[in-house]
């Protein structure tokens, strides 16, 4: 396999300011394959080729790459605002990546990015697998969400409110079914203001909710029943198990048992955070 260990990626990556994850996704693979990348490991086919040449149309290839010949032809560094959003698999273009902000909220919870006109990159927070343990106390801690990687969704308008961006874990909500929330997805949802909680939940418009319990850490699942009286959510899974499928067989105490897997009361007390399910996208 051909290596390349003198590319000039980070150089470029640098003068940017991006961070690897965003980088990565300029070229349209996984932070995991650019770590690759910038260690001249991974392997160039003509479709990688493709990628960097569109990403990066004012660097010659071979500069990059190799650290050979000119860099490009004007001399000029390039920034984040010249960089094109590029063609993958059977998808098309959306526009130009532009580094200027655009919008902001007051709290400056979401940046959005002008992609095109009407079209943007929102930028939320991530809360990774590896993180999720520290979320529960690091949620107003300022250094530990700025520690958070970005995630990024293309939206047509812009959204105010608290919106964090979650790693799924498990498969608790696969039910077969197009509206299956997969194991690595990542799912954002807008904050729902406590005070907001004294009224019932929208839970015909929307399915799924990420629940920010204190014993039970983030968990996502559907809202069966939002009792606002006493303050207790019954929160169910999607799954459909066998055990389930079958229980004109069972006994009823072993298809009770069951049940309680998939069905379980979240108190007031014991949560957190609620956040209203709006997007999923592949990690």
Same mark, same amino acid.
């Given at each position: 396999m051909e290596t390349?260990?003198?590319?000039?990626?980070?150089?470029?990556?640098?003068?940017?300011g991006i961070t690897n994850r965003e980088?990565?996704?300029?070229?349209?693979? #996984?932070?995991? =394959?650019?770590? #690759?990348?910038?260690?001249?490991?991974?392997?160039?086919?003509?479709?990688?080729k493709t990628r960097i040449q569109n990403a990066f149309p004012q660097v010659q290839y071979d500069w990059l790459l190799y650290g050979k010949g000119e860099r490009n032809?004007?001399?000029?560094?390039?920034?984040?605002?010249?960089v094109s959003m590029i063609?993958?698999?059977?998808?098309?273009?959306?526009?130009?990546?532009?580094?200027d902000v655009k919008f902001i909220d007051e709290?400056?919870?979401?940046?959005?990015?002008?992609?095109?006109?009407?079209r943007y990159l929102m930028q939320t927070k991530l809360v990774t697998e590896?993180?999720?343990?520290?979320?529960?106390?690091?949620?107003?801690?300022?250094?530990?969400?700025?520690?958070?990687?970005?995630?990024?969704?293309?939206?047509?308008?812009?959204?105010?409110?608290?919106?964090?961006?979650?790693?799924?874990?498990?498969?608790?909500?696969?039910?077969?079914?197009?509206?299956?929330?997969?194991?690595?997805?990542i799912v954002t949802g807008r904050l729902i203001k406590r005070e907001l909680w004294q009224s019932k939940f929208h839970t015909h418009k929307?399915?799924?909710?990420? =629940?920010?319990? #204190?014993?039970?850490? =983030?968990?996502?699942?559907?809202i069966a029943h939002h009792d606002v009286a006493n303050g207790i959510l019954t929160l169910r899974s999607s799954i459909r198990t066998k055990l389930l499928i079958q229980t004109l067989k069972l006994a009823w105490m072993m298809w009770t048992r069951s049940l309680m897997l998939l069905i379980s009361a979240a108190h007031y007390k014991d949560v957190q955070y609620i956040f209203v399910f709006h997007w999923t996208s592949l990690k």
């Open positions: 390349y260990p003198d590319n000039n990626f980070e150089i470029l990556r640098l003068e940017m980088f990565a996704g300029l070229l349209g693979v #996984r932070e995991q =394959v650019y770590s #690759r990348i910038k260690k001249g490991e991974y392997p160039i086919g003509l479709t990688m032809q004007s001399g000029a560094i390039i920034q984040s605002d010249t063609n993958v698999g059977n998808g098309k273009s959306i526009g130009y990546f532009s580094s709290n400056k919870n979401n940046i959005f990015f002008e992609v095109s006109p009407g590896k993180a999720k343990a520290g979320y529960l106390s690091g949620f107003s801690d300022a250094e530990y969400m700025d520690d958070l990687p970005a995630h990024f969704i293309t939206v047509n308008e812009f959204h105010k409110g608290a919106y964090r961006s979650f790693e799924v874990s498990g498969d608790s909500m696969t039910d077969g079914t197009d509206a299956s929330v997969l194991d690595g997805d929307y399915r799924y909710w990420v =629940v920010v319990h #204190r014993y039970e850490g =983030v968990i996502i699942k559907e």
